[in-house]
């Protein structure tokens, strides 16, 4: 079960019995976070580990909730897989990420935009023909569009997916495996998969200044990405110090708290111009 805890208190209402709002109260409200467009897409730089220059960055869903104020994913995310409610708003996801990544391009080039699949939109037929169809509506470059997905999509059905991300890479989609080395990591998903990033999850990246282990798992995974043809992006760069560090192993790309947190488009195009 997911935790749904507010940092502001709900607002109580007859039909609740406990604490917490009840699940199907919740799954009303995330219906009508939808339709009542209280969803939003923030962003967070990422950056080239040698220059530091922007090179793209990645969309991160919040709700903004009429009483509660800002809802984080991991409040909402599961209930919207539980409910196969993440269909149409990965669908919302992926369109305005395209639209915005167009945006974005005014101010950087080449700039590329990250978006999360759940592997509960790879269970939807219309998974490929939905990212085709924002691609063509909105003219973005696929090629400028990363595509994050993680080792638990590729266990749930390895087939189907290995087919799914083949079709994506047809349309020329980039695709990243994120939180690389937590969960059920198998080196074998490197070679049966068309993977071209691999993200070096936070918790390595974290620690890796403190604890040796961590250090030299994140310098490991450096130079096997580099050797295997893909490239680097190290999430959770909180000092100045860290990006040295990858630097020194060669990490290509980096996002962390250090260059921004995520941000409204608006903060993010202002962040884009000062920095371009
Ligand atoms: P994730 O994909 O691993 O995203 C990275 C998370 O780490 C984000 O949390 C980001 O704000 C946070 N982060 C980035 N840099 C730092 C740092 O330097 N220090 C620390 N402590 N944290 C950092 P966020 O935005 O709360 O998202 C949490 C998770 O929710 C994401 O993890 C992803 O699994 C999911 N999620 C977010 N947006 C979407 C979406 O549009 N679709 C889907 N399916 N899942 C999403
Ligand atoms: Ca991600
Ligand atoms: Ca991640
Ligand atoms: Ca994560």
């Not at 897989?81 to 990420?97: Q, S, Y």
């Not at 202002?270 to 371009?276: E, M």
Request: with cysteine; hydrophobic share 40%; proline share 5%.
């Amino acid at each position: 079960d997911i935790s749904f805890e507010y940092t502001e208190e709900p607002q109580r209402t007859a039909i609740e019995t406990h604490h917490t709002t009840s699940k199907i109260q919740r799954e009303i409200d995330l219906a009508n976070a939808l339709k009542q467009q209280q969803l939003a897409l923030f962003y967070q730089p990422i950056v080239d580990v040698k220059s530091q220059a922007i090179v793209g960055c990645e969309s991160l869903i919040r709700w903004i909730h009429p009483d509660r104020g800002m809802i984080p994913p991991d409040e909402f995310i599961g209930l919207a897989e539980d409910t196969g409610l993440i269909v149409p708003m990965g669908k919302w996801i992926i369109h305005e990420a395209c639209k915005a990544r167009n945006r974005f391009a005014e101010h950087i080039d080449n700039i590329y935009v990250s978006i999360n699949l759940s592997p509960i939109q790879f269970e939807s037929p219309s998974l490929v023909r939905d990212i085709e169809s924002a691609f063509v509506s909105t003219g973005v470059k696929p090629n400028r569009i990363y595509l994050e997905i993680t080792e638990t999509t590729l266990m749930l059905d390895p087939l189907n997916v290995a087919n799914i991300l083949n079709d994506l890479k047809r349309l020329d989609a980039v695709i990243a495996l994120d939180d690389f080395g937590t969960g059920y990591s198998s080196f074998s998903y490197l070679h049966r998969f068309p993977i071209d990033i691999l993200k070096i999850d936070q918790s390595f990246v974290f620690t890796m200044q403190d604890n040796s282990r961590s250090k030299e798992i994140v310098r490991t995974l450096c130079s096997l990405a580099t050797s295997l043809g893909m490239r680097t992006i190290a999430e959770g760069i909180e000092r100045e110090s860290d990006l040295h560090l990858l630097n020194s192993f060669a990490a290509d790309f980096g996002q962390g708290y250090f260059i921004a947190k995520p941000m409204p488009e608006e903060d993010f195009v202002n962040f884009l111009k000062a920095r371009s």
